[in-house]
C-alpha cells in the first residue's frame, strides 16, 4: 500500500493539469442546501442505514414539511432537498416539489431508493412538479448484492426501472449513491462499469459510517480495510478522470484519497453535518452530555472523529477542563455569518428525550470575562483601528498581545502595549513594519503574491530577517489555494535563512516548524461565551482541518505534525509530504 502511495505522489504536489471540473465541482458544493425529511419510513431494509433508528411508520406532517421549505428559502438557501426515510411515499410529495419551485430554489432535488419511479405515470408527475435531479441509491450491480444490503427481495429490479425511467424521460439530472462498505467493495469496478452501461455519469461514493443499523447490526459485517482494498478504490476513483464524468467521495477518510486528492470531500459541507444535528450539538454545550456515538471504537470508523474530537477540546477549554495558552478574538466574526436554517426532526427530537432527564444546565464565562483574564490575547482584525476599539471596549490590557491584520497600513505599535508578534498579509505591510523600530514579531502569509519579495530579503534586506517569520496561510476554497499558494517544497529549498516558520511539515521546511499555540478560539464562541457550533465549524474548516498521508506514520516527526490543511491537499496533492526516516 505504501509503495502505491509514493507512485501516486511522484510529481503529484501540484494537480492543477487533472481533468476534473474543480470550480463546477465547488460551486455544486458550497450551494446553500435545505435538506427537509418527509418521513420516518422507507420501503426499504437497509443493513447499513444510518437513519434507522428513527424509522418508526410516521410521516411528517404537510404543515411541518412546508414551514422547513419555506424558512429555508427565506434564509438564503439555494437548493432545496427532499429526503427521508424514503421521501416518495409521502402522499403529498409531489405538492412538496411544487412548493419548493414557487418558493424560488433554484434547484429541488430528490435522494430515493426510485421505486417509486418504476410506476410510469409517477416520473412525469414529479417532474411536471418541478424535480430538477434525481439521486437514487443503488448499491449493487445485481440483485444478489443490491437485495441483500437493502433487505428487500425484488428491490434492485424496481430500482433500476425507476432510475431507467428517470434516464428515459431526459429532463432530470440523474446521478447515484452508492453506500461503500464489506458487502460490496470487491465489485467497486464492476458496478462503476455497470452504471456507464445503464446511462449514469454522476456517481456520489458513500463511505460507510457507524450509525443506526450499519453500527447496532452491521459493525462485524459491514467495515472494511481501506488499505487491503485500494486497488478495488483507485479503479473506481479513475472514473473521475473519464470525459463527460462526475464522482463524488462523501465520507471517505481523507489519507485514502491520494492519488485523487481532488476528489476529497469539500469540507463546506461539513456544515451540513452540523445541521443535521444541531440539537444534538447544542444539547452538549449546554449539558456537557456527548453525542450517544461518541465511544472510540465507533469513532474509530467515523470520518467526524476529528471534528468531534476538537469540539469536544473546545468545550473542555472553554469550561476550564483543559489549559490553553492565549485567547483569539476575531472582530469580525459576524460579517457575512449565514442564517441558521434546516435541521433534522429526529434530532430534535432526541435532544428533547435526553433534556427529560435529570441534567444539570452547564454556565460558561463570557468572552470578556475570558479575555480579561488571558495573559496571551491574539485580535484578528480588518486594520489597526479596529483592533485598537476592541480592546478599549472591554478594557483588555493583556501582558502579551497578537494582532493578525488584513491591513497594517494604519497600525502604529506604539499605542499597542505588550505586542509581541504582527501577523500580515502582504511583503510590503511586512517590510514598512521591520523597517520600523520596534521588538515584536512580524509574521507574514507565504504567497504567490508575496514569494518573490521575500526571496530576495536574505540578500537584500538581512536586518529583516531577525523579526521576521513566515505562515503557511489556510484557505476555505480549493480554488483559493491554487490561485494563491506557493510550491512550498521549491521555495524553502531556495530560502534558507533560520527564520520561524508557522503550519509548514517538517518534511518539507527541512527543519521542525514553529509548534502552533493551544489558543481558545473566541471565533468559535457565542458572545455570552457558549460554544456555538456553526461558528465552530467555519473556524475549523478555515483554519483547524489539516490532514496528513498514510506513509506520515514513517516520519520521525509524526507525533508532532499537524499535517497540511485540507485545500492544500485538495488543490496541490499529498505529493510535498514525504517521510523523515533517518
Known amino acids: 500500500m505504501l509503495e502505491e502511495l509514493r507512485a501516486a505522489a511522484d510529481g503529484g504536489a501540484w494537480t492543477e493539469d487533472r481533468p476534473v471540473d474543480v470550480e463546477g465541482n465547488e460551486a455544486a458544493a458550497h450551494q446553500k442546501r435545505n435538506w427537509v425529511r418527509l418521513t420516518f419510513d422507507c420501503n426499504d431494509k437497509c443493513i447499513f442505514c444510518l437513519d434507522s433508528d428513527t424509522h418508526d411508520g410516521r410521516m411528517r406532517s404537510p404543515e411541518q414539511i412546508?414551514?422547513?421549505?419555506?424558512?429555508?428559502?427565506?434564509?438564503?438557501?439555494?437548493?432545496?432537498?427532499?429526503?427521508g426515510g424514503e421521501p416518495t411515499i409521502h402522499p403529498r410529495y409531489v405538492d412538496f416539489i411544487r412548493l419548493g419551485r414557487l418558493a424560488g430554489y433554484e434547484r429541488v432535488q430528490t435522494v430515493s431508493n426510485a421505486r417509486m419511479f418504476a410506476y410510469p405515470e409517477f416520473p412525469g408527475r414529479c417532474l411536471d412538479a418541478g424535480l430538477q435531479e434525481i439521486t437514487v441509491s443503488l448499491h449493487g450491480h445485481n440483485p444478489r448484492i443490491h437485495d441483500a444490503l437493502v433487505g428487500t427481495k425484488g428491490a434492485f429490479e424496481q430500482t433500476l426501472a425507476g432510475l431507467k425511467n428517470a434516464l428515459?424521460?431526459?429532463?432530470p439530472i440523474v446521478n447515484v449513491d452508492?453506500?461503500?462498505?464489506?458487502?460490496?467493495?470487491?465489485?467497486?469496478?464492476?458496478?462503476?462499469?455497470?452504471?456507464?452501461?445503464t446511462g449514469v455519469r454522476e456517481v456520489d461514493l458513500l463511505h460507510v459510517i457507524p450509525f443506526g443499523n450499519a453500527w447496532r447490526d452491521g459493525k462485524e459485517r459491514l467495515f472494511y480495510d481501506l488499505r487491503a482494498h485500494a486497488g478495488e478504490l483507485r479503479e473506481a476513483f479513475a472514473y473521475a478522470h473519464r470525459p463527460d464524468w462526475h464522482l463524488w467521495l462523501n465520507?471517505?477518510?481523507?489519507p485514502h484519497c491520494e492519488g485523487f486528492e481532488e476528489l476529497i470531500q469539500d469540507p463546506y459541507k461539513l456544515?451540513?453535518?452540523?445541521?443535521?444535528?444541531k440539537e444534538e450539538y447544542a444539547h452538549w454545550v449546554e449539558h456537557g452530555e456527548p453525542l450517544d456515538c461518541r465511544e472510540p471504537r465507533r469513532c474509530g470508523h467515523c470520518y467526524l472523529e476529528d471534528v468531534c474530537d476538537e469540539f469536544e477540546g473546545l468545550l473542555a477549554r472553554t469550561h476550564g477542563?483543559?489549559?490553553?495558552?492565549?485567547?483569539?478574538?476575531?472582530?469580525?466574526?459576524?460579517?457575512?455569518?449565514?442564517?441558521?436554517?434546516?435541521?433534522?426532526?429526529?434530532?430534535?427530537?432526541?435532544?428533547?428525550?435526553?433534556r427529560r432527564l435529570p441534567l444539570v444546565k452547564r454556565t460558561y464565562p463570557t468572552l470578556a470575562q475570558q479575555a480579561a483574564q488571558a495573559e496571551v490575547v491574539r485580535v484578528a482584525s480588518r486594520n489597526g483601528a479596529s483592533a485598537r476599539r476592541w480592546l478599549d471596549a472591554r478594557g483588555v490590557s493583556p501582558a502579551v498581545l497578537d494582532l493578525e491584520l488584513e491591513d497594517a497600513a494604519d497600525l502604529e505599535p506604539g499605542r499597542f502595549p505588550g505586542l509581541r508578534r504582527v501577523y500580515v498579509t502582504t511583503a510590503a505591510d511586512a517590510a514598512r513594519l521591520l523597517d520600523a523600530p520596534g521588538a515584536f514579531e512580524v509574521v507574514v502569509r507565504l504567497t504567490r503574491a508575496n514569494a518573490a519579495e521575500l526571496a530576495t530579503w536574505p540578500d537584500a534586506h538581512p536586518?529583516?530577517?531577525?523579526?521576521?517569520?513566515?505562515?503557511?496561510?489556510?484557505?476555505?476554497?480549493?480554488?483559493?489555494?491554487r490561485e494563491h499558494d506557493v510550491d512550498l517544497r521549491a521555495f524553502f529549498a531556495e530560502f534558507t535563512a533560520p527564520v520561524p516558520v508557522e503550519d509548514v511539515p517538517a518534511c518539507v521546511l527541512g527543519r521542525p516548524p514553529r509548534a502552533r499555540e493551544t489558543l481558545l478560539d473566541g471565533a468559535m464562541l457565542a458572545d455570552d461565551g457558549r460554544p456555538e457550533p456553526f461558528r465552530f465549524i467555519r473556524r475549523y474548516v478555515d483554519d483547524g482541518y489539516r490532514v496528513k498521508s498514510l506513509r506520515c506514520a514513517e516520519c520521525v516527526?509524526?507525533?508532532?505534525?499537524?499535517?497540511?490543511?485540507?485545500?492544500?491537499?485538495?488543490?496541490?496533492?499529498?505529493?510535498?509530504?514525504?517521510?523523515?526516516?533517518?
Open 321 to 354: 477542563e483543559r489549559p490553553w495558552q492565549g485567547l483569539r478574538v476575531d472582530t469580525e466574526v459576524t460579517v457575512g455569518e449565514p442564517a441558521v436554517y434546516g435541521g433534522d426532526p429526529a434530532s430534535a427530537e432526541h435532544a428533547r428525550d435526553k
Open 271 to 277: 456544515n451540513d453535518e452540523i445541521r443535521g444535528r
Open 251 to 254: 465520507r471517505f477518510p481523507v
Open 178 to 197: 452508492v453506500c461503500v462498505n464489506r458487502g460490496n467493495i470487491k465489485v467497486l469496478p464492476e458496478m462503476m462499469a455497470f452504471f456507464e452501461e
Open 66 to 83: 412546508k414551514q422547513q421549505i419555506l424558512d429555508g428559502r427565506r434564509k438564503g438557501a439555494e437548493r432545496l432537498i427532499l429526503s
Open 463 to 481: 536586518e529583516r530577517l531577525g523579526r521576521l517569520a513566515l505562515v503557511q496561510p489556510s484557505w476555505e476554497r480549493l480554488t483559493e489555494s
Open 557 to 582: 516527526h509524526d507525533a508532532d505534525c499537524t499535517g497540511l490543511h485540507v485545500n492544500h491537499v485538495r488543490a496541490h496533492g499529498f505529493g510535498a509530504m514525504q517521510p523523515v526516516t533517518g
Open 168 to 171: 428515459a424521460d431526459g429532463r
